[in-house]
């Protein structure tokens, strides 16, 4: 453990050490390169026009070179791959996309990845802005705020051992450890192995995630309902708008386009939701989800490389649409800019 946490804090020393120590000599490079002191007006005038023109890919240009590296050149082979069989070595066209629709499993996957569509974004979206207005109200709600947000700084892996603590169920005549199941026995219920029940459980997963990014809802929305002009609600409270009205009828349409950016960015993430179902169920009981089924394929049961390629090429479809339409959404929100 000691050695994981001082390889950590090595880490981060080099990491953040060297991006300092790259801007910083970027910078005295480019003033040695193009000096502004100590040489006559016109001279001057050039080499400041010159640091202006390279300097912002000092910053930029690192970013560009990592972005074509991790992301733009995974994204062209894995489309390659998943033309390919399962080694990756012959070209069997359209073959995988064929399988992909045909295949119990993937179609399994899609109606729970709907499912989770369906209630994670709407949930955290609506406590998000439930939390954002009550806490507004209150003294401390400031606190409130803060333990809320909490969770969002926990790992997706870490808040799920978390949670199977609360859903664990021991053998019948033993004292239950599992928070839910405590309670559920306390009330002379019977306790339950949560995450086995099929549909049920995709739920309790749902939990997991709604639990974690209802801070990151209540964070924006709040910024946004700050923004709202205090003679649009003085102006509604004189008509005699009750404070219901004033919610739904004010502050909603207000903050509209807010919350449609938070919606979609939860929705990208559900799209993508991989750790909590690998640490929980592992897909099993019929809770598998469309990036378990590509890990699985692609690194498990000796891999498959074609398969997997190919059910990554259909999240990336099927999130794309929504990135460009969040994407506008926010160019709308702060006017092009």
């Known amino acids: 453990m000691a050695a994981q946490i001082f390889s950590a804090i090595f880490v981060?020393?080099?990491?953040?050490g060297g991006c300092v120590a790259y801007f910083w000599g970027a910078n005295k490079l480019l003033d040695m390169i193009f000096p502004s002191r100590g040489v006559s007006g016109a001279a001057a005038v050039d080499n400041l026009r010159r640091q202006g023109l390279v300097r912002p890919w000092l910053f930029v240009g690192p970013a560009m070179i990592i972005l074509t590296i991790y992301l733009i050149y995974p994204v062209i082979e894995t489309l390659r791959l998943s033309f390919l069989d399962r080694g990756g070595a012959s070209f069997v066209g359209l073959a995988n996309y064929e399988w992909a629709f045909?295949?119990?499993d993937f179609r399994?996957?899609?109606?729970?990845?709907?499912?989770?569509?369906?209630?994670?974004p709407a949930a955290c979206t609506f406590l998000g802005l439930i939390i954002a207005v009550l806490t507004d109200k209150i003294w401390w709600g400031t606190i409130?705020?803060?333990?809320?947000f909490l969770p969002l700084a926990i790992s997706f892996v870490g808040a799920s051992v978390i949670w199977k603590f609360i859903y664990e169920y021991r053998g019948e005549g033993q004292v239950q450890i599992g928070l839910l199941n405590a309670i559920i026995q306390y009330f002379g219920g019977q306790?339950?192995?949560?995450?086995?029940?099929?549909?049920w459980n995709n739920f309790f997963l749902m939990v997991i995630l709604i639990w974690i990014q209802t801070g990151f809802a209540m964070?924006?929305?709040?910024?946004?309902?700050?923004?709202?002009?205090e003679e649009t609600l003085e102006a509604a409270v004189i008509d005699g708008?009750?404070?219901?009205?004033?919610?739904?009828?004010?502050?909603?349409?207000?903050?509209?386009?807010?919350?449609?950016v938070v919606w979609t960015t939860i929705t990208i993430l559900v799209l993508k939701v991989f750790d909590i179902v690998l640490t929980m169920t592992n897909g099993q009981w019929n809770s598998q989800v469309l990036a378990n089924l590509m890990f699985d394929w692609m690194f498990r049961g000796g891999g498959d490389f074609g398969?997997?390629?190919?059910?990554?090429?259909?999240?990336?479809?099927?999130?794309?649409?929504?990135m460009v339409w969040n994407i506008r959404q926010a160019n709308k929100e702060t006017g092009g800019h």
């Open 219 to 229: 964070v924006i929305l709040s910024s946004a309902l700050r923004g709202i002009p």
């Open 241 to 260: 708008a009750n404070p219901f009205q004033i919610f739904w009828k004010i502050m909603v349409p207000q903050i509209w386009g807010t919350i449609a």
């Open 307 to 322: 398969r997997g390629a190919t059910i990554a090429i259909i999240i990336m479809i099927a999130v794309i649409p929504i």
């Open 144 to 148: 409130a705020k803060s333990l809320i």
């Open 12 to 16: 981060i020393i080099i990491g953040v």
């Open 191 to 199: 306790p339950q192995v949560w995450i086995s029940l099929p549909f």
């Open 108 to 120: 399994n996957s899609i109606l729970n990845n709907i499912l989770w569509l369906a209630v994670v």
């Open 102 to 104: 045909g295949d119990h």
